[in-house]
């Protein structure tokens, strides 16, 4: 079993790349380690948090607990029927190197969700997703540890409650299920997903008429890296807020005050808006607070020039919110969670 580490410095386990301690931390690498980390009698007591890449948490403080570095490998093809695929990952992996992967191997379906940072544990807490495809709709089932009671527990798609940047993980107990390998469903019949306008043009510069699942992969790289900040480079977690989500009584009304709002109608009635483009309009889009500051290419990611802290982040996250919410009457959602 790994070491238990004290005073642990988690600068490197989160994308903001916040100078945060932990009292605790211990790289977990196969379950039995998390079985024996449950028990551990220094650890009595102490509330837990689990990091995977640190991707998509916003870290405010010093943690006075254990954080477990979730570092449990693997990737196989663990079935297939005649219709698809099932391949197993360990909740460690990374989920960008899993996916090229799994392309490599001739199991294509998650190429639309490639270079989204983070691990393949993470992937259904938030239900990634990107460019026209959502993690739930490749997702099979998933394995996980009850910490409470020490039992394993595997959860189909509808134990998970997946939503739109939504799961059971996210709105349980904190820390409760710690995920230790997911399990995806591959079509073996590929459908390609790029009906998405970034794609598109990509496609057309690069005179692609009939993409393959390797065409898809790079347009997304393409796309992503001229649009959004490297974490290494540039602290960050992606979006910052979750697109809104808005009743279509309120779309109409909000369209004569403020044409051109980018729309997309979803089966449900609701509509969603482009948080990116609210943010824009309010004027924030590159502008900095202290050492926080609105990506200048993307208004919904908020970065870290340097020196930033969680409590500095926060403030400007705030301010957008209460600006947005002062010019649109919508309140814009954190994504990432927040410790
Ligand atoms: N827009 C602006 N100004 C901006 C940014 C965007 O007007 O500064 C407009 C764009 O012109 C576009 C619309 O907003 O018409 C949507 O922009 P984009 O295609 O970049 O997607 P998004 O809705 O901002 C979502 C996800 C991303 C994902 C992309 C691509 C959320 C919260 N974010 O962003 O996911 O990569 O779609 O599918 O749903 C993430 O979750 O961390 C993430 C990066």
Sequence with gaps: MSDLLTDYSLRAHNAFGFEV???YAQH????TALMHARVEPRLKGLPHLILGGGSNIVLTRDFDGIVWLIALRGRRLVDEDADAWFIQ???GENWHDFVQWTLECGWPGLENLALIPGTVGAAPVQNIGAYGLEMSERFFQLRALDIKTGKALHFDASACRFAYRESFFKQCEPGRFVIVSVVFRLPKIWQPRCAYPDIERIFAERGVRTPSPRDILDAVVAVRQS???DPIRLGNTGSFFKNPLIHPA???ALSIREPDLVAHPLPNGQVKLAAGQLIERCGWKGRALGHAAVHARHALVIINHGNACGADVLKLAQIIQRDV???F???LEPEPMII
């Design 227 to 229: 649009k959004l900040p």
């Design 28 to 31: 977990i690498e196969c379950e």
């Design 329 to 331: 009457g919508v309140q």
């Design 21 to 23: 301690h932990a009292r």
């Design 325 to 327: 919410y002062q010019r």
């Design 89 to 91: 990952a360990g909740a």
């Design 250 to 252: 309120d779309f109409e």
